[in-house]
């Protein structure tokens, strides 16, 4: 057996299916991560990994911190590489049927499937316990499973870097086939505004109030939003407020976000929002206040970087074709570069995610676990020599 495909010739379709349906099966949406990362962490120790979780939860307020495995490898004395996901899904899968159809894996249609993420948790067992198994060189190898990511990213926001000893990885997660490397994400913030108005009863003296309501429309109405320009895009997507339909209403709050690429545009379309709103008060007799809050940081790697390099020759090293693509949809790696660890988002193959119609084929679930065991031989032999 070639040493340089062993690894990933080991692979077993129908062991990898049958851990996808079963994690897929596992209710743990976010903040309810407990029983999927105890399972998880059960077949890892199993696997000679040794298992920590850190206070993650204290501060999320859910039921379980973010899960850090470490297994030393055949080569020890090298440095470490990690893998990542999450462990949280977006909505709750209890009563999920999974059907297998034409080579592709989905729920009945009465739940999500939950491929987001399930689908790199099954790669990364079955890839490590085919590296295992061949026998080839490893580096240490470390898992950072994180919680509570669909709510933006908060488990790697509150993760304990620590308990992290490697510096470069990679994440699966993202609705591209296998080979897609994504090599930009973007910057993104929240906005929040307190809309302030004069209340007043409609059938007594509806002149003398000051309709929040109406502030805001005029906002909204004014604002850039949706694809603003390319590489920015902005929305707002929450709004509440008004007491009874009697009562002019003095208080709204809106919710917004922003992203783009570049932090000098993010800068100027917040201003241009928060510019609606003060303006649409202004005119109207009401008052603002605005918050903006940074939600993460964006990533830019060239394509010729040793770490972009590295994930081409993985995909080269099992016959799939890469390919480079941006997106403005935030991952727990815009999070883990913030903090100084290297690392790209890697396609995996689910599709309509977030909907009763998300889906996963089979062979992007073998090639996921593939490319897996084909990044943990790059890592080590690039160190190796």
Known sequence: MNPATSAAALIDEKRLVASFVELAQINAP???EREIAGVVAGRLRGMGFSTRFDNADERTGGNCGNLIARWEGTAPTLRPMFLSTHLDTVLPTAGLRPVIRDGVIRSDGTTILGADDRAALAAYLEGIWAVQESGVACAPLELILTVSEQPGLVGAQHLDYSLVTSRAGYVFDSSGDVGQIIVKGPYSNRIR???????????????????????AAEALGAMRLGKVEPGTHANVGVIHGGRMPSIIPDRVEMVGEARSFSSERLDVQLQDMTEAVARAAERRGGSATVAIEKKYLGFAFSLDSG???????????IGIEPFFTETLGGADTNIFNEHGLVCLTLGNGFRNIHSFDEHISIKNLVDGARYATALIQEFEEAQAG
């Open 30 to 32: 976010s903040g309810s």
């Open 307 to 317: 770490h972009v390099q590295m994930a081409v020759r993985a995909a080269a090293r």
């Open 193 to 215: 505004w307190w809309i302030e108005g004069k209340p007043a009863h409609l059938g007594l003296a509806p002149e003398e109030g000051v309709s929040a309501i109406l502030i």
